[in-house]
Structures are given as C-alpha cells and as structure tokens.
C-alpha cells in the first residue's frame, strides 16, 4: 500500500510504503510522480517504507522496476527510510547509476531524512 502525501514544501513528494506493493498502489502513483517532476522546479522524494512485507506478485515488482527506470533523473534528491538491510544496500547499489542524490535513511533517522530532503 502506498500512501502519496505532500509536505509544506511543495518540492517534496512523500511516500509512505507500507503492507504489499499492488500492481494497482503503483497504477495510483503514476499521476502523481508526473505531476511532482512537472510542477516542481526541484522535485524531491521521500520514501518511508515502514513494515513493509514486498510485492503482491512477480507483476507488481517487474511494474515497480519499469517505473524507477522511467523516473530516474527526474529527482534532485531522493530519501529511502527503512528498517531492512536490503533496503539500505539497494540504495547503495543504485546511487553511482543516478544523478540523483540518493540516501538512505534507518527509520529511527526518519526526521534526519525530512531535513535533509527539503
């Protein structure tokens, strides 16, 4: 499930993820990563994935996968919060292949990630 919420400042698109990842919450998400990248002069995102159990299918992560490639570049800056290892790693793995500058966050670090995205 995928909860969109807009901080004070309108450069910040935040996304807390939580439960199972649908085909149908990354559907939902679509319109408003368009509308964050057009309407922003530096769009930001935080994403805060709290007690979150994975994809729905093998469908929903492959859709996941082809939206992170469609919207690479498109962030100034991008916060991971999470409280997995793989989460952490992940960023690491992707931070050389974007011109985004993507960090990761532990959750207990949550207010240190929503200073340092704004």
Do not use: C
Request: glycine fraction near 4%; charged fraction near 30%.
């Amino acid at each position: 499930m995928i909860s969109i919420q807009k901080q004070s400042d309108d450069n910040v698109l935040t996304l807390k993820i939580t439960d199972t990842l649908t085909g149908e919450d990354l559907d939902n998400l679509v319109p408003h990563l368009k509308d964050q990248v057009n309407t922003s002069d530096h769009p930001h995102l935080l994403m805060i994935m709290e007690d979150f159990d994975g994809y729905e299918s093998a469908t929903a992560f492959w859709k996941d996968l082809k939206l992170d490639a469609e919207y690479i570049g498109h962030f100034d800056r991008i916060a991971l919060v999470g409280d997995e290892k793989w989460q952490e790693w992940a960023t690491q793995v992707i931070n050389p292949l974007t011109k985004e500058e993507l960090r990761f966050f532990s959750l207990d670090k949550k207010e240190e990630a929503k200073n340092w995205i704004t």
